[in-house]
């Protein structure tokens, strides 16, 4: 599985009302609460590869989850896709014990509030990152790496008819921001 996903700093009240007028249909906000992990036998910074332990809760439902994700190099010049693995965790203490106990050490942790829409076959997310910024990512799935090219252009026009700039975009991650701020 490929994420192909684009970035671009924005006004969220004026793409929320893009989103609208193009008849996106609202998903749902979350809060996450992201831990990344730095490598005991590598340097992630280095190699451009990411784990992390992701804590979700919706204020609407009240639900929580817990799941960790290794993410892979960027694989690509021009936007953020990559090879990802994630799966549920039960207990997101004990898996922050299991990869401390295994040399992992947590390296920082992004806040951050995420309102979705979809909009075709691609999820729309406007972020507000605590001590980042906000944040507009387009982003989808794809199997296999002959439709990455495809799936990136589209992510491009979908930025556009929020009235984004594709140039604009960023393939630096929230802690990479988070870090140099």
Do not use: C, W
Not at 55 to 67: F, K, M, N, Q
Not at 149 to 167: F, H, I, K, M, N
């Amino acid at each position: 599985m490929y994420e192909v996903e684009t970035k671009v700093p924005a006004d969220l009240t004026a793409v929320r009302t893009r989103l609208d007028e193009l008849g996106a249909t609202r998903e749902r906000t979350i809060v996450q609460a992201d831990t990344y992990y730095d490598a005991p036998h590598r340097e992630f910074v280095e190699t451009d590869e990411a784990l992390r332990i992701r804590r979700e809760s919706t204020p609407e439902s009240g639900a929580d989850e817990t799941r960790v994700t290794y993410k892979g190099p960027l694989l690509d010049g021009e936007s953020k896709s990559r090879e990802e693995f994630e799966t549920a965790v039960g207990d997101g203490e004990t898996m922050d014990a299991i990869l401390t106990n295994l040399g992992f050490a947590p390296a920082a942790t992004v806040r951050k509030e995420r309102e979705r829409f979809a909009l075709e076959e691609y999820t729309i997310t406007l972020d507000a990152v605590d001590d980042v910024g906000e944040y507009v990512e387009v982003e989808t799935d794809v199997e296999d790496d002959a439709d990455l090219e495809t799936a990136r252009e589209g992510a491009y026009d979908v930025l556009e008819q929020l009235g984004l700039d594709p140039a604009d975009q960023l393939r630096t991650s929230y802690l990479g921001l988070l870090l140099e701020s």
